[in-house]
């Protein structure tokens, strides 16, 4: 239904080139909003049935295959990440080869506005951390579920 409308701001709402009835438009308006939220809430619920890997989760991973004792296990799971913190707060970027590149990027201020409001807010700049998978990494989770794969 949203693809039939056609809004501009002389005309008013149209459909097909004809005049709609407020509450027709309105009804409408309802219905698209009901299968968008649906939409989302399908896609929420996935999200949550996603497995998530732990960092204890993989200190157990390192004692089971590995060898290591569990203490060794969480110490070498802390270092590693520390290591990447610690890189990261000193400005470098962090490459793991067939994994992926963590990254600084620096976020100038911008605009915002309050949606109550409408009053508009500057946003302060900020720099944040981004992670970018290798390509080595994207094709292996590209084959892990070949039916989630983006259509070309």
Same mark, same amino acid.
């Given at each position: 239904m949203p693809d039939l409308f056609i809004?501009?701001?002389? #005309? !008013?709402?149209?459909?097909n080139n004809n005049d709609v009835d407020s509450a027709v438009l309105q009804s409408a308006l309802a219905a698209d909003l009901h299968r968008a939220m649906q939409v989302?809430?399908?896609?929420?619920?996935?999200?949550?049935?996603l497995p998530t890997l732990t960092k204890a989760e993989l200190a157990e991973l390192l004692f089971e295959q590995v060898g290591l004792n569990k203490r060794e296990a969480k110490d070498m799971v802390e270092t590693f990440f520390d290591e990447i913190r610690n890189a990261l707060e000193r400005g470098e970027a962090v490459k793991l080869s067939g994994f992926g590149n963590f990254q600084l990027r620096d976020k *100038? #201020?911008? *605009? !915002?506005r309050n949606p109550k409001t409408g009053e508009e807010i500057p946003i302060t700049a900020r720099r944040v951390v981004t992670f970018h998978a290798s390509q080595k990494l994207k094709g292996m989770v590209e084959e892990s579920n070949p039916s989630m794969a983006r259509a070309a």
């Open positions: 809004f501009t701001i002389r #005309q !008013g709402w149209k459909i989302a809430k399908v896609r929420q619920d996935a999200e949550k049935d *100038p #201020q911008r *605009p !915002g």
